[in-house]
């Protein structure tokens, strides 16, 4: 069994910044790639962005420039260093992992609850 707990969300006015977090918590398993995805009210959920077990990073356009991700594997945990932020960042940011559990060879999709960013003057 394996948890998300994602830290970090808030308000913050245009121009600033906020540093999202994410944990996997459990036994037993393996974490591959990590990312993050957003959902403005009355939109899908977009991704945003994905940092590999080998730290290769890709970003979606909305984010390239602004956004940095990252990780610790030694605490399995991805981060999200969102700067310059804008009102169209304003989203429930939702943490994604590629994990394997136990003896089953093939990675799965975890997600957290997710967390609010509000960035409003």
């Known amino acids: 069994q394996v948890q998300l707990v994602e830290s970090g969300g808030g308000l913050v006015q245009p121009g600033g910044s906020l540093r999202l977090s994410c944990a996997a918590s459990g036994s037993s398993f393996s974490v591959y790639a990590m990312g993050w995805h957003r959902q403005a009210p009355g939109k899908q959920r977009e991704w945003v962005a994905t940092?590999?077990?080998?730290?290769?990073?890709a970003y979606a356009d909305s984010a390239k420039g602004r956004f940095t991700i990252s990780r610790d594997n030694a605490k399995n945990t991805v981060y999200l260093q969102m700067n310059m932020l804008k009102p169209e960042d304003t989203a429930v940011y939702y943490c994604?992992?590629?994990?394997?559990?136990?003896?089953?060879?093939?990675?799965?999709?975890?997600w957290g609850q997710g967390t609010q960013v509000t960035v409003s003057s």
């Open positions: 940092i590999t077990s080998g730290g290769t990073t």
């Open positions: 994604k992992s590629q994990i394997v559990i136990g003896p089953l060879p093939q990675p799965k999709d975890y």
